[in-house]
């Protein structure tokens, strides 16, 4: 099988050292990334920022320019900025059948290059990505509502950052195996039996990406680059609200491809309006094998019952919870956690909503604080972290959509309300719904409805039980149920900890412990921390490990025995 | 976490050694294998044979003896003999709520234990599964029909082979990722943050094999080895007509689990009698998050579609296919695909079945033999080789079951018999129903519907086609669609090769060239060749490799940040 281009530069050539780091850094799990996370202009150059809001605003208004990408008509999804402006962008219309057959007609060159030169490829599309970055951050921000800084680094970098780690896995996996061997097997009479084997691998298929409207790049990334280096070719499905940030990524996938050699059509984009039906008709399509999915339970549930045809990767939704114990920080607890709670106005898969803390209080560097006086501290914490309107504008999102609006507004009747959401003016952007969180407490007997369920968006609660162990049976148990994505835990107790540890592990959750400085629970590193698990329901993968990348491919053999040479003669 | 057993002998000592060199072979995928496969007394010792049969001759008629085993009343699947005797044997009867609470309730040191010790148990089950070889290879040939020396092969050192291969991913994959690490991020301003991490690997859940009449071993080592040493409980569901070397396999592993400190419950045997229902109870079971399959495709598709909450691992069944474009060894060829189509009495679900051949002939060392000569000859070839019933009871098998006789009796009436199968009689056992292949000759036209259905038996096909073009898209288009878990070419064309290479690729199956000496299409060598892919629709897992075992664990993670030491005064 040929392992190379059909033409243009090496980009595997080019990117090698960077992906066999990348490979180093999945292993090593310590701080690691090629792309800088600092919008600053010492690093990504001096006009850059002022060239990626041009692009960014140059794109307003008009048909987005896909060069040779299928479609007849266009699709107009009506994306507006949370900051309170239009879009107005129109994208090509690309029905399922039209999808997956330009994606299967581009797949067998793709397949035929092997996984050395398709990594190539894929780093060299996550380095223009991490060109564009700003152009990104802008379409970022005005498509989920996250402040600007947070756009640029969820969406750029640390988006760059997961797609290079699923590159890393894909490519490794590729390559456990040899691409040839020789079998000699010995014989008791005569001489060995000797086989020649080839050893190629294959892609699973056409791969879907079903991405979210809060996170498009950075949930969408992973899926993205580990069905294409695995071989698949891959039709992006962007959330109706946030289309432009993903065809942003599609044009620099296409374009790259397009240099190498490859049929661009490897990389497709398809938008549809809202109320479109889009995902579940391409998630049936017999040919779609792969499906990547961020979203709703109700969705990502259906999809995992339905698409059988297909492996199906999801990250849904659950209860991330706290577990309060005790601390020697509780200023640092406090502050730790309200931005937690702030951040992106809780619009994170990852933001905690239950706290579980004993009735009689938590010992603390403080004294002891019992659960309504934790509540109260933290909702002071709360204010004083926002209580500037410009800097909480930065910490801050605007509110992407009604759902979240609606389950504000439910929320205010849920429990004792220790601190509402209030609506902050923004300085630059004053028509954005910019919302502080809702602090509500509840108690863990008789408020179980409220907080099984979850809240996506700015609501918490602080909810009173018992003790640390039962706050840890609670969280072992709904988490099991019900799932999470993330899971922290105070305590200045070793013993606690390791019950807790113990717990995480029955849950089948990802630990943070005590954190009061510049870590945050609702942030993982790419190459360090696993994001999310199939070990709770609220996901059936890990951004990233092995298993995200296995079930894209097949290495299929071939053997064929291996004639023995007549003997030299002397 | 603890990374020992909780008492007992440290088998991961003893077996380390085992352990890096099955790794090893997996990658380098040369000939490798720890069970010898002759059973020769130079091997086994002189005794082994005799005290093997005599274990085997002890259990018929008798209630099976596993210690400590659940389960209250007992199961008696009569099984019978294909060589013509009842087993008697009785077993444990136990439902799905009390095996999945049996598994479930062992299951939590299992995993404290770590992978290094779950690794050392499994290799040390492997090698006293090794030295019951010749007690297994009596219960698999009085099951399934083999001949003894098979029985003893693919029952014994062979199904070992497979389950250590899966021992070896498994242990493998769950160390890609180090048990502990620290991360240490620059910041701008004053000292990194630092944190400690921690990952440990996590079983699935309850693990399920569900196995099959003809291999029983063979088939089910890779998935019980694969979730055991992934830290998960393995409930065995055997074949009712092949309880005996499951049961003898779970004796071992229960035994050795004991010894090493652990509940036996770890590996339960849930026998069945014949009409049960119980694989599908247990599949349903919301806490069996594991499957292994190997049996029908209408039993695994249901799986597939159905057992939603579980990963899923089938082998089903297809059209194995050979194409034939010419020969430079026309004997060879002849004489190594009599042998593949009789070994097992063509039982097996690598037994070649479709025999694509230009109606105008092959080129061969001696000249061009037409489709209908071909046919003659194989037939010839296969009287050949089976003229001698001694000899031939050695290659062939007993009829498993009446579906294969049915299937039998129906094939006589399936195009034009070339060579009808015929009943021989057995030196040892006059009451097997021992049965030689069947080979009709098809149209690749007219016969469409007879050779795009899976014959499981001694039932082949020659096909006749336009050309080897013409039976290369055949071969594409009906293993794409029916699946297959062998293939097959032969030609003296490099040409020809590429494309049927290129074919295979596309149709998702591995490919054997030129078989015409001492290795055979139906065999694969663990550690070496690939068997079966999840990219036909024949399976939906391959033995083995990193897919097979990364969907049977997640690593959890858990971080704390260190806190920086007082700086040291001088």
Known sequence: MPQNSPQGPDFFARQRTLLEQAVTATTCRDHWSPYPESPSKSVYGEDAAKLGEQAFREQIGKPFDLPGHPGEARVSPAERSPYGFPLGVTYPRLGPDAAVAAAKAAAPAWRDAGPDVRAGVAAEILSRLNAAS??????????????????????????QDRGLEAVAYAWAEQKRHPSTARWSKPQRKGGPLVMDKRFTPVGRGVS?????NTFPTWNGYPGLFASLVTGNPVVVKPHAGAVLPLAITVRVAREVLAEAGFDPNLVLLAAEEPGERTA??????????????????????????NANQAVVYTEKAGLNTVVLDSTDDYRGLLSNLAFSLSLYSGQMCTTPQNLFVPR???????????ADEFAADLAAALDKLLADPARAAGTLGAVVNDGVRERLALAADVGHTVRASTRIKHPEHPEADVRTPLVAQLDAETDRDAYTREWFGPVSFVIGTDSTEHSLGIFRETVRRHGALTAAVHSTSEAVLA???????????????????GVFVNQSAAFSDFHGSAANPAASATLSDPAFVTGRFATLQSRRPVIAEEPAHA
């Open 499 to 517: 019950t807790a540890e113990e717990a995480a592990l029955d849950a089948g959750v990802h630990l943070s412990e005590n954190l009061t400085g």
């Open 208 to 212: 879907l990406l079903i991405a979210c």
């Open 280 to 305: 579940g008709a391409l998630a049936l399509h017999p040919d779609v094998r792969i499906i990547d999915f961020t979203g709703s339970t109700e969705f990502g549930d259906w999809l995992e019952a």
């Open 134 to 159: 700003f152009e990104i951050a802008h379409a970022v921000q005005h498509t989920t509502g996250q402040a600007f800084v947070m756009a640029f680094q969820a969406g750029g970098p640390h988006a």
């Open 360 to 370: 009689a209080g938590i010992a603390t560097d403080q004294g002891v604080r019992t």
